[in-house]
C-alpha cells in the first residue's frame, strides 16, 4: 500500500462512519482521500502532547481545498485525562504553537455537536433541540477561587467558555444529565 490511509482504503474502511485517530502526520494524498470518504480525522491532544507524538494542524486540514472532518477525544490510553474541558486546554495550545487561534466557540461545538456528528449521532446527542436526549452538563465557571477571581472580569459568553475551557476541569461539573435525569451531581 501508498501508506496507512491507502490500507484502509483497499479494504473499503474509508467512510463517514469512520474515526481515524491523531492523524497528525498524514500526507496531502491522505487528507484528500480522507477528505473524499468524508472520513474524520479525531485530534487527541493530551495524548500527542504525553507521548511529544506531534502537532495536529487542525486549521491547517480546516482549510484545506478538500477539508477534513475534524472531532476532539481524550483518548486516556495515551493521554493525561477524561476532561474535554481539559483536552480542549491542550486543544488551544497545540493550535497557539502553530500560530493558529482555537476560538472557544468552535472548542465547545467540537466537544458538543462537532463530536456527535462525528458519530453520526447528532439526531440524537450534542444540542439541546427538542425530541433529543437531553445529555448534558451544568456547568460552573467560577468553580476555583483562580476561576471566580478571572470571572469578575468577564464580559462576553466567548471569554467565559474560554475560562472554563483553559482553567476548568472536573471541579466546573455542577451537575450531569443523562436522557434529561439527574445522575451525577458534587459531593
Known amino acids: 500500500a501508498t501508506d496507512y490511509t491507502d490500507i484502509y482504503a483497499r479494504y473499503g474502511l474509508l467512510g463517514r462512519k469512520t474515526l481515524l485517530g491523531h492523524a ?59 476532561s474535554m474541558l481539559k483536552t480542549m486546554d491542550e486543544a488551544y495550545k497545540i493550535q497557539q504553537l502553530q500560530e493558529e487561534r482555537l476560538n472557544p466557540l468552535e472548542s465547545f461545538h467540537l466537544m458538543t455537536l462537532g463530536n456527535a456528528e462525528a458519530l453520526s449521532l447528532s439526531d440524537r446527542i450534542g444540542t439541546l433541540e427538542i425530541g433529543t436526549d437531553a445529555d448534558f452538563i451544568v456547568l460552573d465557571s467560577a468553580a476555583t477561587p483562580a476561576m471566580a477571581l478571572r470571572m469578575e472580569t468577564v464580559k462576553t459568553l466567548a471569554e467565559e467558555l474560554f475560562l472554563l475551557q483553559t482553567l476548568g476541569d472536573d471541579r466546573s461539573v455542577v451537575e450531569t444529565y443523562v436522557a434529561g435525569c439527574a445522575v451525577k451531581g458534587r459531593s
Open 24 to 82: 497528525i502526520h498524514l500526507s496531502d494524498r491522505e487528507a484528500d482521500a480522507i477528505s473524499e470518504a468524508g472520513s474524520i480525522a479525531v485530534h487527541c491532544p493530551t495524548s500527542n502532547l504525553f507521548l511529544g507524538s506531534g502537532l495536529f494542524p487542525m486549521k491547517r486540514y480546516q482549510r484545506r481545498d478538500k477539508p477534513v472532518r475534524i472531532s476532539v477525544a481524550t483518548d486516556i490510553g495515551g493521554g493525561s485525562s477524561y
